[in-house]
């Protein structure tokens, strides 16, 4: 079992940078795909990036490729991702989820049993 914790969203401008982080607790994330997921308002949660236990697949989502960058430190149990170049429409209370027992960077919501609770990333234009 593990629980996560998002934290450091804010608001920003158009055009700033931002890096979320989400801890893990209860156990060690070593053998856990991590991914992130965002809920715009009055849309349905999407997929922004995932990785694999040790890092060695990563995937982005379209919107998100070469601005965004997923990453993780096992030993801290922590997963970040530093978000740059913001638009109005990268806005969304953003989560982060964890699935054991797989060697794939997953994509979808029914792919992950373990979510944060969120943090909110308002975009100024």
């Known amino acids: 079992q593990v629980q996560l914790v998002e934290s450091g969203g804010r608001l920003v401008e158009a055009g700033g940078s931002l890096r979320l982080s989400c801890a893990a607790s209860?156990?060690?994330?070593?053998?856990?795909?991590m991914a992130w997921f965002r809920q715009p308002p009055r849309k349905e949660r999407e997929f922004v990036s995932a990785?694999?236990?040790?890092?060695?697949?990563?995937v982005y989502a379209d919107s998100v490729k070469g601005r965004f960058t997923i990453s993780r430190d096992n030993d801290k149990r922590m997963v970040y991702l530093e978000m740059n170049n913001l638009k109005p429409e990268d806005a969304a209370l953003y989560y982060c989820?964890?699935?054991?027992?797989?060697?794939?960077?997953?994509?979808?919501?029914?792919?992950?049993?373990?979510w944060g609770r969120g943090t909110q990333v308002t975009v100024s234009s």
């Open positions: 989820a964890a699935q054991e027992k797989t060697d794939a960077a997953l994509m979808t919501i029914y792919d992950y049993d373990y």
């Open positions: 209860g156990s060690s994330i070593s053998t856990y795909a």
């Open positions: 990785l694999t236990w040790n890092g060695a697949s990563i």
